[in-house]
Every structure is written in C-alpha cells, then in structure tokens.
C-alpha cells in the first residue's frame, strides 16, 4: 500500500469515527447552531489558531536545522540513561513487561488504538468545544496544543533520546511495524527516530482527556470516553516499542503544563513574557559587555 492509500484509509476510518462521536454526544442540532453563528467564534481563537500553526510550521519547516542542532551542538543522547533509571527503580523494564502479554489480538487493539484512536481522541475535541456557546473551552484547546508541541520541540532539540525498538531490538520488540508495516511509511513522515523524550502521543492525548475531565459539566460522556482512549494510548506507546515508561511520564507532566497554561494565560500574555524575558536577557547581557 502507498503512502497515500495509508492517509486515505486513516482519513476514511477518522472520519467515521468523528461522524459517530459527533452526532452521539455533539448533536446535530448544537453544531448546525454553532456552524451558523461561527464568525465570534473565529474571532475569539483566531491568535490561538495563528499561534499553533506558527509553533507546527516551524517544527516542520526546520527539521533538517534541529536535527543538526540537537547532533551536532546541543543535544545530548539520555536513552542510556533512560534505560539504567529504569532497570533500577522497576524489578524488570515496563516494556518487557507490557510485551510479555503480547497477542494477534493485543497487538491489533494498540495499532489500532495507536494510529486511528489517537488521530480521533486529537481531533474530535475540536468539534465538541466548537459547538459550545461558550469559545473559552475551545480557545484553551488550541492554547494547550501549541504549548505541547512547542515545549516538545525544544524537548527534542536538548534531548537525542531513542525509544526501545531503536536502542536494543533484541530485547525489546518492535510491534508496531511487524503488525503493520504500511505505517513506517506514515511515521517518517511525521516523526523522527529521536523525538522520543517527552512522549507527544502521551501529552497530547492526557491533555484531551485533563480537559475533559474540567468540562465534564458540558460532555460528561466524554469523560469516560476520551480517559479509556488516553490510557490506551499510553499503554500503546510503550507495548508497541515506541517510547520508555520515563517518556510517559514526562509526557504527562507536559500535559499538565500545557493545560495549566491554556487554562490561565492568553497569547498575548504568553507573548509579553517572552518578550519581558528576552529583554531582560539582553539587558544582562549589554550590562556585561559594558562592564
């Protein structure tokens, strides 16, 4: 199968999903209400849009410059670190452990739930905080995936770190391409071997299920729902070979940052911080020079 026959059919299944969740917990009756009246909407998560789509474009755009950086001038490799953290705090490594359970059926649950759960548990609240009169919820969304992936970009710069089918594939295995080999060609495109620390797939997804948790009031199906779908995530992340149990759990402490900033700050308070930092940098730093 092409590349482009994986992304129609991760399209098709996504999309499916979506229309089912939409209609089941959403309504259609709330969305066609918020599709007509969406220009406040847009005007209220227009910086937040600009905002993520800048913090996306950039990693993108600059990959060949961070992969450099990172080998070249700051990163410094922790998967052996990683590795001995483990194997001294746990009688045997996470990962074995999960992939000692390993089955035809476990396996195709956590692809699946790796691949096409993700995709959907990332997407559908976009939809269900959309057709909220309130845009508050949707705003924080969209501010809380911008922090994930920019401190995970500067994660990645700092840290070279390899998840455990890449570090010993002899002792842990690599599942998801030997149950699926047509993902390989996804993966490269989105991801790199070293984007390992902190778990994105971890952070983004516990960042879904903490912001349904705050708006359980609104959806409170979704609760359940996007919790058994997380944690699944997770679980996936580790049994497939992909990330270290010490990924996980940075990942979801990036989770809770990242809501925690979406929650209290704006762009616009986010922005003057930087720029109130960055000043008093160069401050310092003319000062020195002066002296």
């Given amino acids: 199968m092409s590349l482009l026959g994986v992304v129609i059919e991760l399209a098709f299944v996504v999309v499916a999903m979506l229309a089912t969740a939409t209609l089941a917990l959403v309504g259609p009756r709330r969305l066609s209400a918020a599709i007509r009246d969406f220009r406040w909407r847009f005007r209220v998560c227009l910086l937040p849009v600009v905002a993520l789509v800048t913090v996306l474009a950039i990693r993108w755009s ?38 000692s359970f390993q089955s035809p059926e476990l396996t195709s649950f956590f692809v699946f739930v790796y691949i096409y759960g993700y995709a959907f548990l990332l997407l559908f609240p976009f939809v269900a905080y959309f057709a909220l009169e309130d845009a508050e919820e949707l705003r924080t969304l969209i501010l809380a995936f911008t922090a994930n992936y920019a401190i995970g970009l500067v994660c990645y710069v700092f840290f070279i770190a390899y998840g455990p089918r890449n570090f010993d594939p002899l002792l842990f295995e690599g599942l998801l391409y030997d149950a699926f080999p047509q993902s390989r060609m996804l993966t490269n495109q989105v991801n790199q071997s070293t984007n390992v620390f902190p778990s994105l797939h971890t952070s983004l997804s ?4 903490f912001l349904a948790v705050l708006t359980r009031r609104k959806y409170p199906v979704w609760v359940p729902i996007s919790g058994v779908l997380a944690i699944s995530v997770v679980v996936s992340t580790m049994y497939l070979g992909i990330h270290w149990f010490s990924d996980v759990v940075a990942g979801t402490i990036l989770a809770v940052v990242s809501v925690y900033v979406g929650r209290n700050y704006t762009v616009q308070e986010i922005a003057g911080s930087v720029r109130q930092y960055l000043g008093t940098g160069f401050n310092r730093i003319g000062r020195a020079d002066g002296d």
């Fill in 62 to 99: 600059t990959v060949d410059v961070v992969m450099r950086l990172e080998r070249r001038v700051l990163g410094t490799n922790i998967t052996p670190i990683l590795f001995e953290i483990e194997q001294a705090v746990f009688p045997e490594n996470p990962v074995i452990v999960l992939q």
């Fill in 206 to 209: 516990m960042t879904v299920f």
